[in-house]
């Protein structure tokens, strides 16, 4: 397969982890030694600012928002991270604009594809990770239709669990724009294996996806709230090879590529009669 894998981070419900997962398991993966590019493309700049903090609009210089309106390449946004093999294109305050900018222009789905298709560096990567924004908004349609996976990170609460039904049917309607998307997994983030709704709601998701729910869990982690103000991944922050969220993102990387490696040895036919 030429050029990298491309895996949309995606959940309409806020605060599920999408960006701390993006980081996390984009900064695993590069300690892993794959060559990785995550994408910022919520306007909150979340993902932006845990890696190298704002940017700046400055007049001349092109944005995220400029390469979306003129459907151009992100070569010249990419930006390393202080993490090797970890680079970023990152968000600024403009993309706010970019849904209500996309709503008229043509092929309005398939723009973030097109910018993509048209950015050199994109084959000196194994895999691209886009951290969606907390909605099924055009820019999400528009990572999804780019993507070949994508992956659900849901809080082990009962709301985010019943979201899940929701994003399962608003996802399936994409089919048309996106007929090569599968889902990757669902992970269960801010596990507290004290709290009883959180093994509830775990055996419920267990039965009902079985294996389109990830063995892997992010466990709830205090210094995992302090790690983007210093500017740092979990890897960093913990600086401890037993530390809590080094753990966990250790495992989810594993597995996150333990499960490409599988679906790589069956035809996509199957893999989607069995999603
Ligand atoms: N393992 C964790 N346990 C508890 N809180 C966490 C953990 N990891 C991150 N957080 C905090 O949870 C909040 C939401 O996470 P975030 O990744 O921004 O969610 P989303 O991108 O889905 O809105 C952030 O303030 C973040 O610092
Ligand atoms: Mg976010």
Redesign the pocket.
């Known amino acids: 397969m030429t050029g990298p894998t491309i895996v949309s981070i995606v959940?309409h419900?806020?605060?599920?982890?999408?960006?701390?997962?993006t980081a996390n398991l984009g900064a695993a993966l590069a300690r892993a030694g794959k060559r990785v590019l995550v994408l910022d493309l919520?306007a909150q700049q979340?993902l932006t600012q845990s890696l190298i903090g704002s940017v700046e609009l400055l007049d001349g210089t092109p944005t995220l928002y400029d390469a979306f309106l003129d459907e151009a390449s992100l070569d010249a946004l990419i930006t390393r991270t202080p993490q090797v093999n970890l680079d970023l294109v990152p968000c600024a305050e403009d993309f706010v604009g970019a849904d209500l900018s996309l709503v008229c222009a043509v092929g309005r789905e398939h723009v973030l594809r097109t910018c993509l298709a048209r950015t050199r560096a994109l084959e000196s990567y194994d895999f691209v990770l886009a951290?969606c924004p907390?909605s099924i908004s055009l820019v999400v349609v528009n990572a999804l239709a780019a993507s070949q996976w994508f992956l659900v990170?849901c809080s082990a609460e009962f709301l985010p669990m019943v979201g899940l039904t929701l994003l399962g049917n608003s996802v399936r309607k994409l089919q048309k724009i996106a007929p090569d998307l599968r889902l990757l997994g669902v992970v269960l983030?801010?596990y507290a294996k004290h709290e009883r709704v959180c093994r509830h709601v775990e055996s419920l998701l267990r039965r009902e996806l079985a294996g389109n729910l990830f063995e892997s869990i992010?466990?709830?982690?205090?210094k995992?709230?302090s790690a983007?103000s210093v500017r740092r991944t979990i890897f960093e922050y913990e600086d401890d090879p037993a530390g809590r969220?080094t753990v966990d993102f250790t495992r989810l990387a594993e597995e996150f590529l333990a499960r490409l490696d599988a679906a790589s040895d069956f035809p996509k036919e199957e893999l989607v009669a069995h999603g």
């Open positions: 959940n419900k806020g605060g599920c982890l999408k960006t701390t997962v919520d979340n951290d907390p990170p983030t801010r992010i466990r709830v982690n205090t995992a709230k983007p969220g």
